[in-house]
């Protein structure tokens, strides 16, 4: 298959999607229903559905299989879209990597960060993300939590201090990615302001390194609006990355076809991008569901991307001067109706 | 303007709306923004929006306004849709009708039913609605709960047994329509399920009379899925009425248009009611936001209906041999990839 | 550890636990962080932590386990609370057991059901619970409804007479546990009053055959309230088992320890439960946190009973009279803070 | 009734609540249930349920009744906990005040603004609170999101600079109070995170002016962590003001009594301020039920401070070493089973 193109996108063109995407179909209740594909091989079913940038955690393509990967990726035409240190999977991060009361795993997770810098600049992607998924806690009072603000600042600190002195102005850029929970009961990090609120706090020095990578349905778990959330990034200059999905709201995090659950919203998320001029990737943080037949796993690959070309083409025609005279005259339910009929 | 028509639709034809819908945009923290328009003038503006049929609450057509009422809807060319007790808006009902823990409240709540039947019956309208708004409790065993069941069943009954003696097969049918909570903490008959559970507790006699009117957006302050629900009710033969409207899930009741929050589930929403042929009204349970301005009042009408007739004309084009297709092949990520596809 | 008694319960003594809340720790984000102790080593572990009732799935103690579970039991003077088929670990039962749109699906489900019903007889519990965790639907259309609710009362239906045809009056009795989402995005019997209706449904000879078993968490994951559940259970004679746990609302399921989130409810519950004189099995549904160590697996259950022995013990002496009394003057603020200093 | 002590807490004395506290009854779906108290009477009726702290809108002590306002506090012992304009009252600011998409509206809203200001310190109130309740859009595309964040900049800085020129070291502190949704779809301050945010783009000359007041009922309208997020502000120094209440989840805003719903993560804040040794005033922002009659309206006040009493002793026994014992070996289960025997 063709790269996917988004015609009259500004900057990087191509979707995003992660090697985790096409996963064997595991969930809290039941086991496997795919054969578990080795991740490398997942490169050439990323490169058939289309994809340009691909995404992989550390424990995913480690440091050791870097050669393998660039090679692979180059074989297939394709570039690394982002690299994320997972502090999430492993038993040693249960309680978290750097708000782990643990001092010890702090330590570890410093390591595996910085470590991450290195395999991120080594693949070529120019963002690293941090979803920090293990940070928070399950019962009140687990941690003392401003000891954990702090250690988060000092975490980020390190890291930008260590990328800025070994990479300077090549360093790559760092998005944190919010969630408010999911595995843990309370997330620190939990929604899109309380990242831009961190990053405020970071070292004046490292702090244009660190900006943001909004999920859309991150933001609908705790029923907040992504539109907002990205505007939010947008007028900050702190939209690195974007993950694209959707959610049924307040529940389990279910990582739906972008386009499915509110096209509406994602609609007018389009009309908010392409009028920042916004050059970054297009990634899809979805997940093939357990329903899925090995043959289909890239579905949700397909439907993600064609829900994305259809809206992004629809945004561009959605009439500015239109909603401009809406807002003038507060005519906000035609304003609504004006968009309904610009998607369907 | 001409009465919307919804092309194809078995049954009934036109849509319904509520006298409420436009309201003078009062809500929890601020009062009106528009003049409040007398009830029966709200009657010609419906007529304007294209609406058949009427919907009110006995407090808004009392019985002393029905002779002038009927004079109206006769002018205009409309019907009425439904009528209800409201057993909410009167300090009387704070703590309930059917279930308060006052008796005498319990009486009222009766007399309150029975007259709206006459009053239906006089109106028109085959069907009356019963959205207890106040059945419930805010506290934790303010009220003995297997108490309330019976007294919910003995109220029903009650109003069955008169509307049958005094109308038998004439009577008007008695649509149930739960909600979860607002106002109340906790309210009963919270859910479709419930709702249908209570009316399997019903006499015999009066059982067929009683059945449900789902409203979209309340089964999404549950997070509930309104297709499910609407299938529930069809199976069961007890959808008697429906609401439409949009929600943006577990929070307050916002009246939003219908087709703005969720477009693909009400895609799949007309598919379900074609393929049931089903023969009801398709009536709107939406709020004038208190933005709009006085003259813009039926926009939320406008926009409500103009989705609606998109979506049913959108929803008889679905390949119903592609969706047995991919049920067949359990390709569920392809048939939410189809749908939208045939949404936009 | 001696078995946990709740003194002044009606009935059945001591509390019940599952297996499976003993598990490893594994989660949606990672993998095990404890040794996965053998199904059967985990029996003498209930016993220690004082558990009177054991319970489990059919995956975990399988028909050709019986022999050995029985002798284990027996050994540690345990008995068997409840037993229960999986209708979702194998992938198999990807797209649900009874409501599969696969029919070779729902015959094997049906099959697992029967085995279910003899292992359940030969293990001497006296309820066997359905949680039928994959009757559902991810995206809206990939089943049909009415199809679904007709095959859930045939499958129901097949279950009770079999059990009656083989068992008579000696015949186990079925608790039903309903949930709203998880692992589906939309489930059936996604509440008490859904589970309940459903049950109208079925052949009037086994219907006294099925009840429920309510669940604490999974109420509250659509915001709906446990007491009034339970209520609804008592007052059809329809509260077959319990499930008690807690959970932080709207969200991923938690299985967090009983009396935690919302301890005053939990003292409305055991009022509720007392006054109805209820005589079935106090169980827990927790699961031990991914960060409680091998060593400290059990704190779930300790903190559940001591939780629950407190409460009851408070329940006992709420004074019903003084709860009367704020009902008829309607003072349900005063009620409400008369119970939390009955609680604190 | 004597005033409310706090025992052993640090700084001011005494509890806060709101005049508004004392309302009618009046809901989205039924009017008044008690008689309306005058504004001005009901500072005697705060005084008689032991508050020392009265908080007012602007629109309830407008400037013109200030001379009467502060004769009354005086005669009741009282004094001014806190000022805050209304910005969502009147139709005026139906599309907000500093984010309004007229003109004239924000120029309306920034006077407000000021004259608040000076009414603040007229009334003594060292903290005048900003919830920007309409600050926010229904729809999107509604508003541009980037200039409603440049607008509130704008605003606060204006308002800041007002402050600093007229009062210098004596200007009131600004507490700015998020929310999520309600009476807006979505509503701009919409966490504790995002105000953090918002203040650190201030001009670093009034951002010391600048802090929170968090609600614990509308952080859990997001489903997020009260604790949690009164970490955050501590941490940060700008936990200027806090209000206590309680709320059931994602749903309509309920400003139930404090101590109700959670009363365990109540207890851990009341740790964590006591930690803190903070100074603040600890207010009320609960709602007479529209059960409550005339004469019970005050019950509201009286089990919050009952509760919050009980509630602030405990917590001065928690054994912090115990805390900091199950932190060192992450026994996170047990230390929820301890802080449950410290509650109950």
């Known amino acids: 298959m063709n790269k996917i193109i988004i015609p009259s996108k500004k900057g990087k063109q191509g979707i995003g ?28 079913l990323l490169a058939a ?51 782990s009361n643990d001092r010890t795993v702090r330590k570890q997770a410093l390591q595996n960060a910085l470590q991450a810098v290195d395999v991120t600049v080594e693949l070529g992607a120019e963002v690293m993300v941090f979803w920090n998924g293990r940070e928070g806690f399950d019962f009140v009072l687990a941690k003392n939590g401003q000891d954990s603000i702090r250690r988060l600042i000092e975490g980020f600190n390190a890291v930008g201090k260590y990328a800025l002195g070994k990479y300077g102005k090549k360093s ?124 289909d796993i890239a579905d949700i690959l397909h439907t993600s991307a064609a829900n994305l070309q259809r809206l992004w083409a629809k945004a561009i025609k959605v009439d500015r001067k239109k909603i401009a005279g809406f807002r003038s005259t507060q005519r906000y339910t035609a304003l609504a109706g004006y968009l309904a009929k610009c998607l369907y």
């Open 49 to 99: 559905a289309g994809v340009t940038y691909v995404e992989a955690h550390d424990v995913e393509i480690p440091s050791s299989d870097v050669t393998k990967a660039k090679k692979l990726l180059k074989q297939y035409g394709l570039k690394m879209g982002m690299y994320t240190p997972s502090f999430f999977a492993e038993p040693i991060f249960k309680d978290g990597g750097m708000t």
């Open 172 to 295: 790559p850029r760092f998005a944190i990615e919010p969630k408010p929970n999911e595995p843990r009961a309370n997330m620190y990090l939990s929604s899109v302001g309380e990242a831009l609120y961190l990053i405020s706090r970071l070292d004046p020095a490292v702090q244009p390194l660190f900006g943001l990578n909004p999920e859309t349905a991150h933001s609908r778990m705790a029923g907040l609006d992504y539109v907002w959330d990205v505007e939010l990034c947008l007028e900050a200059g702190k939209l690195f990355h974007i993950h694209l999905n959707s959610q049924d709201t307040t529940r389990y995090d279910q990582d739906l076809p972008f386009g499915y659950m509110e096209p509406l919203k994602d609609l007018a998320l389009c009309v908010v991008l392409q009028d920042a001029k916004w050059e970054g990737i297009l990634a899809f943080d979805v997940k093939a569901p357990r329903t899925d037949r090995q043959e």
């Open 17 to 44: 999607a992660g090697v985790w995407n096409l996963g064997p179909g595991r969930d809290p209740f039941g086991g496997p229903t795919r054969r578990e594909i080795p991740i490398l091989d997942r490169i050439p």
